[in-house]
């Protein structure tokens, strides 16, 4: 039996990805989200804000699914306003003024949350105060997009020396 060449298999798996997309006259999706490069140091800074209040809401989401509004509020509180204001003045003129805007509406949707469990409201009304918030983070996902500034190979070298 023949062996078939490695360029065949290629050129096989390229007409199955593209061939459709052609047949139907379809160009490939263009992500035409605003692009935001930052520094390595301040995009971990917004993913890991990002990451809290995602950890946020799913325990938010848990607790409300035990009926637990005390522990909607201590959950909900740290991710408000307080937490917005922490580290983020080397971000200030970086970030366009929309996207800071809906992140402080975000942090202050979950002082809202936390006011309410513990104002004794029930989970509807803390539902739909989260649902709001959820708004702006799909909101924000769909306006940007995130990219690293890419530092030169002497920047690379030289910060690894300090670590």
Known sequence: MKRLSPLFFF???????????????????????????????????VLDEMRALLTG???????????????????ARPLGSSMAG???????????KHFMQLGMAAHQDFDSIATLAESGADSKAVLSELNRSMNK??????????????????????????H
Do not use: W
């Open 11 to 45: 050129v096989l798996a390229f007409n199955f990805i593209t061939l459709p997309a052609v047949a139907e006259n379809k160009s490939p999706a263009v992500d035409k989200r605003e692009v935001l490069v930052l520094t390595p140091m301040q995009r971990e800074h």
């Open 57 to 75: 809401i799913q325990n938010i989401l848990g607790a409300l699914a035990e009926d637990d509004m005390k522990a909607v509020a201590d959950i």
């Open 86 to 96: 922490k580290a983020e003045d080397h971000l200030k003129g970086i970030l366009p």
């Open 137 to 162: 983070c799909q909101a924000c996902h769909a306006h940007y997009q995130i990219y690293p500034l890419k530092s030169s190979a002497r920047e690379e070298k030289n910060s690894h020396h300090g």
